[in-house]
Each structure stands twice: as structure tokens, then as C-alpha cells.
């Protein structure tokens, strides 16, 4: 877990919902899976629930959702990469994606 990770997700559970997130949305490389994912996290006001939520968002509406993390964010940015490689969006959605996401970071 990196410095960033323990500050946004300081306690035990929810590093531990961190962790387990993490590990499913990096073994999401289609958008059927994606939101399956998101479908499949735990419920408010478990720890957690927020991550899932945003996610569901995001795969729903292809724009990131407020008060994601900067952790998130990489990796909804390793996301969208899958998801143009899969065929589950377009080069030019990707792209769009891939911009709003380093824009949010302060990067150009």
C-alpha cells in the first residue's frame, strides 16, 4: 500500500476494503466485468461502499465521479486503457477519459 493509499484509507477496514478493490477492479479488463465489480461492493456504510459506488459511476457514465482519490484515479486510468484495448470503448472516449483524469491531478 502506498503513502497516499494509507492516507486516504487510514484504517484497518478500510484498508483492507481498499486492498480487496483494488485487487478486483485490476482483474477488470472488460466493461461487463467492470460493472459487475461495482456491483458487487458492500453496501453504506460499510467500509468501502463509497469506492464501489464512484465506480459504478464511473463506468456508467464515463466521467469521474467527485471525491475519488488520487489513488482511484490511477486506477481508473489503468481502467480505461483495458477497456480501449477490450473494445468496450472508443480510442477517442479514452482519450477524453485519460485527459479529464490528468487534468483532475493537475498534470497536462
Do not use: C
Not at 453504506?44 to 482511484?72: I, M, N, Q, W
Amino acid at each position: 500500500m502506498t503513502k497516499t493509499e494509507r492516507a486516504a484509507f487510514g484504517n484497518i477496514g478500510g484498508q483492507q476494503a481498499w486492498q480487496a478493490y483494488r485487487e478486483a477492479v485490476e482483474g477488470a479488463a472488460t466493461l461487463a466485468r467492470a460493472r459487475i465489480v461495482a456491483g458487487q461492493g458492500p453496501r453504506s456504510p460499510h467500509p468501502g461502499s463509497a469506492l464501489y459506488a464512484r465506480l459504478g459511476l464511473f463506468v456508467e457514465d464515463f466521467r469521474v465521479p467527485p471525491k475519488t482519490t488520487p489513488a482511484e484515479r490511477v486506477l481508473y486510468r489503468d481502467l480505461v486503457r483495458r477497456l480501449e484495448q477490450s473494445g468496450d470503448l472508443d480510442t477517442d472516449r479514452m482519450w477524453g477519459l485519460l485527459e479529464e483524469l490528468n487534468r483532475l491531478e493537475g498534470k497536462r
